[in-house]
């Protein structure tokens, strides 16, 4: 019933409320997330630098570049590019610091890409976040912006990621009805690399490399798991849904935890490396 009064009166989550969920987790998010997952970053990353044609003075885009982990990793491996950052979350944004090579763009992914010039840039990352908008209409304006020989490097979950959050939080939700604040709509995630391999194909793109993978998180208790969960931005929109920083609201989630046993997050993802190929 609730469910129904929300969605008539458009109570969706919005773009706002998922960068507000990045602003709250900004100070935690390199500490809890990036320091086991940059680890990925760092294989696509690597992938993405092998298919440049050349490795120095490029012009790089860093979609949804949260607090700047990329860029680090691009300015050792290619020297005396330049960067545009973009980014929805000013909290996020901010934790990057202050540098010449980089211009900071406190804008939504797509469109930034509909107002930038095509033939643009050499490389364009887009790192956890494609399924931010939608992720073909992302692909294909990536094609458009980048040069000939230019690459598209993306990692991103899947569908299946988050088995053990996806097992309690109906539950949870169920508990909380009159809590419910607005709904979140199921994000746009790839089930298989097998689907993010056809949507950059689809644009024009031809695959360079790729790979599925998963990592798991392993925990003392459950109030570990939910401190890990709500520190991450992993369920960022879900966290404005019902408030996943309300104290009975986490202590509820503890209690799930319990039951259902959980000791572990596991994440599954997917990357793929592209390239913008000459024609004919
Ligand atoms: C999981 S973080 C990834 C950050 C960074 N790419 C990394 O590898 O650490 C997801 C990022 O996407 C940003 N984001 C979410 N929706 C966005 C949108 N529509 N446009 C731009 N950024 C967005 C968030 O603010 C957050 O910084």
């Known amino acids: 019933m609730r469910v129904a009064w929300l969605f008539l009166r458009n109570r969706i989550i919005t773009k706002d409320d998922i960068a507000a969920s990045y602003d709250a987790v900004s100070s935690k998010y390199d500490d809890v997330f990036m320091g086991t997952m940059s680890a990925y970053n760092d294989e ?133 009805v009159d809590r419910i604040d607005k709904l979140m709509l199921e994000l746009p995630n790839p089930k298989t690399e097998a689907d993010l391999l056809r949507w950059a194909r689809s644009s024009g793109f031809s695959a360079k490399a790729g790979n599925s993978l998963s990592h798991v998180f392993w925990f003392d208790g459950p109030s570990s798991a939910v401190e890990f969960v709500t520190s991450t931005g992993a369920l960022a929109g879900f966290d404005a849904m019902i408030d996943l920083r309300d104290r009975k609201v986490k202590g509820e989630m503890a209690v799930l935890f319990g039951q259902a046993q959980t000791r572990s997050i596991t994440h599954s993802f997917v990357y793929g490396v592209f390239e913008k190929e000459e024609l004919g």
Not at 91 to 107: C, N, Q, T, Y
């Open 44 to 176: 696509l990353l690597e992938q993405a630098v092998r298919r440049l044609r050349q490795r120095q003075g490029l012009s790089i885009l860093d979609l949804a570049c949260g607090t700047g982990y990329n860029i680090g990793y691009l300015r050792a491996a290619c020297p005396g590019s330049r960067f545009d950052a973009v980014d929805i979350s000013s909290g996020m944004l901010g934790s990057i610091p202050g540098a010449a090579d980089v211009v900071r763009h406190h804008r939504d992914m797509l469109s930034f890409l509909e107002s930038a010039g095509r033939d643009t840039y050499d490389l364009i990352v887009c790192s956890w976040a494609l399924k931010y908008q939608n992720p073909r209409k992302l692909i294909r304006q990536c094609y458009r912006v980048l040069r000939q020989n230019g690459v598209l490097a993306v990692i991103v979950n899947t569908r299946q990621t988050l088995p053990e959050v996806r097992r309690v939080y109906p539950k949870l939700l169920a508990n909380n």
